[in-house]
């Protein structure tokens, strides 16, 4: 499987920073699926958003996680005698 990140920070005002994430996770097969005879689970994109404020010491930090909301599937069993995933 493939994982990728990327990101992009904007100093929008002196103390003020707007950050945007994007993780790709590519498909693969199920755990215990030893011979890829399952479906693959899908690959996805997830899209994230942080706006930062920093002062002397202080730090505040404001996060979206998964700005589009999207339900993905944290881990995936292969089932060999129903021989189907199970999520």
Known sequence: ALTANWG???QCLEH???QY???YASSLYASD???????KVSGYWLNNIAL?????DIS?????????NRHYAMYT???SVAHA???
């Open 60 to 68: 505040l930090n404001f996060e979206i996680n998964n700005i589009l």
């Open 77 to 79: 069993y292969y089932d």
């Open 21 to 23: 994430t994007v993780t």
């Open 8 to 10: 992009v920070n904007l």
């Open 85 to 87: 995933n199970t999520y």
């Open 16 to 18: 003020w920073n707007l």
């Open 52 to 56: 930062q404020y920093f002062f002397k």
């Open 33 to 39: 699926d030893l011979y890829n005879k399952g479906e």
